[in-house]
């Protein structure tokens, strides 16, 4: 087998200066350098430019954002100030923060047990609870929403705010219960056995052996959580609509174009502002972030 | 050996530990019931009933199924708009993202930067992103247009032309391309480097590689990225509205009733309707139909994710 296709194979020309099949290597290899750079030159392109323009434009004056000009004449950096100065602008970042600090709070905590338990206990119905679990991760919000509003609103009387948001947090949310499980998955059973052996209880075991191995599980499902409730801009809409105090960054921003529907440059700048903070933590916690999405769909 | 343990206290153990799985479960027994249970049946409820949310709901039968599946006028709009979405945003999403996932594999120098530089729109908050697309691509003044008109080509409205705010918003999604990349990326670095060797001395060139060494390792990948695919796209909502919201320039204060879908309902999706019709009309029970439509396809797609081959349900279960 390996003797025939050797000798299918071209014999090296020996003519001309690229005769030296060396060289030739060589000269393949520099080539094949120079397309796969150039395809990525022209890919990066597409993904920072927008960026580019985008920064661009927030720091022009009102009067050049209404042109087309793509270069700022000069450099007003106190258009940042005056975003930061717009009514309510504040309260958004408070809010933004308060959902997607408490709603990753929340999530983490109810996810770790849960999350435990399906991965690690042997029960009845552990199929059914992880196709459960499952069919809830992917269910469009749109399906259970107006009911829950009603509750909410009519019975609870809590639109208007967040909570109705961030409460059911407190509740397990899928997406995570799923990540962590298959993330617990990977921790052999000897170190439960070994700590049970040591008379740690259930519960030990869990706080003192599996959350610590668990840290770069609970990481990516606390950032996936946390960027999740910062862009979301359907729940704040069901529930926060009604009432500008309870606004997100993400709902906002929206309405800020209404309002300053001439001002490119102004909402350019917002939209930075809206896009840093979730740039910021990526570079902070990178590892964490891309061991989470490569959980989703390849181990397991 | 110890004494085999009496039949009471082994009920006893057993009763304690079916205890301890449902107290550790809990969190998600209760959530799954009062967030998950009971608004699914109350929509089923509610499908049923007249209801305007002032007036206490009024039975009324098959009426609003009869209404919402022959008579609403942007059912057909809206079902239309989310399955282009599906059929075409899917399919191009996952090329471009296997595309720029070998390629990044490819990149000898300065990998870092390009694979930060790929990555980094995905997590570009959704409204931020549409907010900055709308920008670039306004036929008035947008850069992107500019530099078309410089270089001669002539520029489309992008969305607001009915016919291209649909590829505008496939062209958001691409940018945010990131998820996939690092899927394919991770998958295509799975294959084993002596299978390439192998092929190469068989005489493989690069397609007969991709073909027969590539493909066969990734297609559970693949698979993964069509289906969850399939199941965010029929979820799309918050960029086709703010782009078409935006698009349109009407100012929107609170209370606002706005025709969704801008430009002529070219980017109107199922969810968006849904929207539309429990908040803005009121019809609670057509919502709810509509909401029920959306569950049973969505319902669908994650059964056909559970098989085995999409990868999700791991075998030992």
């Known amino acids: 087998m390996t003797t025939t296709t050797l000798t299918t194979r071209p014999a090296p020309a020996r003519t001309g200066t690229t005769g030296d099949p060396a060289a030739r290597a060589r000269r393949t290899r520099l080539l094949h350098w120079i397309a796969v750079h150039t395809v990525a030159i022209a890919a990066a392109l597409f993904f920072v430019l927008p960026f580019v323009f985008v920064f661009l434009t927030s720091v022009m004056s009102d009067d050049q954002a209404l042109s087309g000009e793509l270069w700022p004449h000069e450099w007003n950096w106190s258009n940042y100030v005056t975003v930061f100065r717009t009514p309510g602008f504040l309260d958004w970042w408070k809010n933004s923060l308060l959902y997607a600090g408490l709603g990753t709070l929340f999530t983490v905590c109810s996810a770790i047990p849960v999350a435990y338990a399906l991965a690690k206990f042997r029960f009845r119905g552990r199929r059914t609870a992880m196709i459960l679990v499952i069919s809830t991760m992917m269910l469009p919000p749109q399906v259970i929403v107006i009911p829950m509003y009603l509750v909410w609103a009519q019975q609870l009387h809590l639109s208007g705010s967040l909570w109705p948001l961030i409460i059911p947090m407190a509740f397990g949310d899928a997406y995570s219960i799923f990540l962590l499980r298959q993330f617990l998955l990977t921790i052999p059973q000897e170190y439960i056995e070994s700590a049970k052996v040591d008379g740690c209880g259930e519960l030990r075991t869990l706080l003192k052996i599996i959350v610590p191995m668990a840290k770069p599980g609970i990481a990516a499902i606390a950032l996936f959580q946390f960027f999740y409730c910062w862009n979301d801009y359907f729940g704040p809409q069901i529930y926060a609509a009604q009432n500008p105090a309870s606004w997100t960054l993400s709902y906002g921003l929206e309405s800020f174009k209404s309002a300053h529907s001439v001002n490119w440059n102004l909402t350019m700048a917002a939209t930075l502002l809206v896009m840093a903070p979730v740039i910021i933590v990526f570079f902070f916690a990178q590892k964490a972030f891309v061991e989470g999405v490569t959980l989703t769909g390849v181990k397991g | ?317």
């Not at chain 2, 959530?31 to 002032?54: D, K, W």
């Not at chain 2, 709308?134 to 410089?150: D, R, S, W, Y």
């Not at chain 2, 796209?233 to 960029?239: G, V």
């Not at chain 2, 009121?282 to 990868?311: D, E, P, Q, Y």
């Open chain 2, 1 to 317: 050996m110890a004494p085999l343990t009496p039949a009471p206290a082994l009920r006893r153990k057993r009763t304690r530990k079916r205890l301890r799985t449902l107290g550790f479960l809990s969190p998600w027994l209760i959530g799954f019931s009062v967030f998950f249970g009971y608004p699914l049946i109350a929509t089923v409820y509610f499908s049923f009933m007249h209801y305007n949310q002032i007036e206490p709901p009024d039975f009324v039968g098959l009426r609003n199924w009869k209404y919402v599946l022959t008579q609403m006028p942007l059912f057909g709009p809206a079902l239309w708009n989310t399955l282009w979405l599906v059929v075409v945003m899917v399919a191009l999403r996952v090329v471009f993202g296997l595309g720029i996932g070998m390629l990044v594999t490819k990149i000898k120098s300065g990998a870092g930067f390009f694979r930060t530089a790929f990555y980094l729109p995905y997590l570009a908050p959704p409204v931020a992103a549409t907010v900055a697309f709308v920008f670039l691509l306004n036929p008035g003044t947008g850069p992107v247009n500019e530099i078309l008109g410089a270089i001669g080509i002539p520029a489309p409205s992008w969305f607001n032309d009915a016919d291209w705010a649909k590829p505008s918003l496939v062209m958001l999604s691409l940018w945010g391309i990131g998820d996939l990349m690092v899927i394919f990326m991770a998958a295509l670095l799975d294959v084993p480097k002596e299978q390439y060797e192998a092929a190469e001395l068989d005489g493989a060139g690069a397609w007969g590689k991709f073909r027969y060494v590539t493909w066969p390792s990734i297609t559970p990948i693949v698979l993964f990225a069509v289906v969850t695919g399939v199941v965010q796209t029929m979820q799309y909502y918050t960029q086709a509205l703010v782009a078409g919201k935006l698009a349109s320039g009407v100012s929107i204060s609170p209370g606002t009733v706005i025709q969704p879908g801008y430009p002529d309902h070219s980017t109107l999706t199922v969810p968006q309707l849904v929207y539309t019709l429990g908040f803005q009309n009121f019809n609670t029970g057509a919502a709810c139909v509509l909401s029920l439509v959306l569950f049973v396809i969505a319902m669908a797609v994650t059964t056909l994710l559970m098989r085995k081959r999409a990868g999700l349900l791991p075998a030992e279960d």
